[in-house]
Structures are given as C-alpha cells and as structure tokens.
C-alpha cells in the first residue's frame, strides 16, 4: 500500500476525533485539526494538499477564536468568574465517569450551579448566571465545531484533488 494513501486513511481519522473533540471539551479538537493537517501536508506534499491544509488550518484557529471571544465575552457580561467554571469542568470529568454519554454535560451544569450558588447564595441568580453560561458555551462550541467541519471538508477535497492528480 502507498505511503500517501495510509497517511491519509490516518489523517482522515484523526479528523474525525478533532471533529467530535470540538463538542468534546476534554479533547483537543481544533489543535489537533490543525497540526493533523499540516502533518498530512507535509507528508503528501503536493500543491493541493498544502492548499486544503492552510485552508483548513485557519478555519480551525478561527473557530477556535471566535469560540473563546464568543464565550469570554458573555461570561465577562454576565460577570461569570472562572471559579465557577472550573468547578463545572472538574465535575464533567466525574460526571463522564458516574454517568455514561451525557454524564459529561450533566456534571458540567450541576457543577457550574453549585458553584454559582455557593458564590452568589442565591438560587435564581445562580441558575440564571449558570444558564447564560451554559448558553454562551453551547454557542462557543457550535460555532467550533462548524469551523472544524469546514475544515474536514476541506481536507476531503484537498484529498480528492491530490489523489486524481497524481
């Protein structure tokens, strides 16, 4: 089998766990999109290949800045300290262990109200501030894991493009 061909097979998988990784908080999902594809590139080589890979590769990072801008940016509106958040990324991590699939998210949004509700001792408030949170992060990793796709997809006709040119 080519050399080519098996990178590719492997690059193309590697896609598909920085595609899930982007709704996936503990995988690093538009890291791995881009330095999957420069590798590809690099290995490959050819023109069309380096041109699908820097494509894809600044859809990744825009993604990934316009999700942390996105988020940021609500969560400093809505006066959302990072302690909190932390405290819901600690408890996703439990929760993806206690509760199998949605144990992840689950624990990340009980953990987050905990915290917010240990912080401002008031319920409404916490589950107020704990939504908009929840919200501002649904729409941060929307908006990633579009840019990740987008940049999969540029990968699959960069692909395309190498191999009927070869």
């Known amino acids: 089998m080519d050399y ?5 097979v492997i690059a193309g998988l590697l896609l598909v766990v920085a595609v899930l ?11 791995l999109t881009v330095l999957t594809l420069i590798g590809w590139a690099w290995v490959l080589g050819s023109p069309a290949a380096w041109t699908a890979a ?6 990744a990072i825009a993604g990934l800045s316009a999700s942390a801008v996105l988020t940021g940016r609500k969560m400093k509106r809505e006066q959302i300290p990072s302690g909190p958040v932390l ?10 262990f206690v509760i199998p699939v949605i144990g992840l998210f689950v624990g990340f949004a009980v953990g987050l109200l905990a915290a917010e509700f240990a912080r401002r001792r008031d319920l409404k408030a ?3 501030s704990s939504w908009e949170a929840l919200k501002s992060m649904g729409l941060g990793i929307l908006v990633e894991f579009g840019c990740a796709s987008l940049a999969a997809s540029s ?3 960069g692909t395309l493009v190498h191999f009927l040119n070869r």
């Open 4 to 8: 080519e061909i098996i990178t590719t």
């Open 21 to 31: 990784g982007t709704i996936i908080p503990i995988l690093p999902g538009s890291i």
């Open 126 to 128: 916490a589950a107020k």
């Open 87 to 96: 405290v819901g990324v600690a408890c996703a991590i439990v929760g993806m």
């Open 155 to 157: 990968f699959a006709i």
């Open 54 to 59: 820097i494509i894809g590769a600044g859809l």
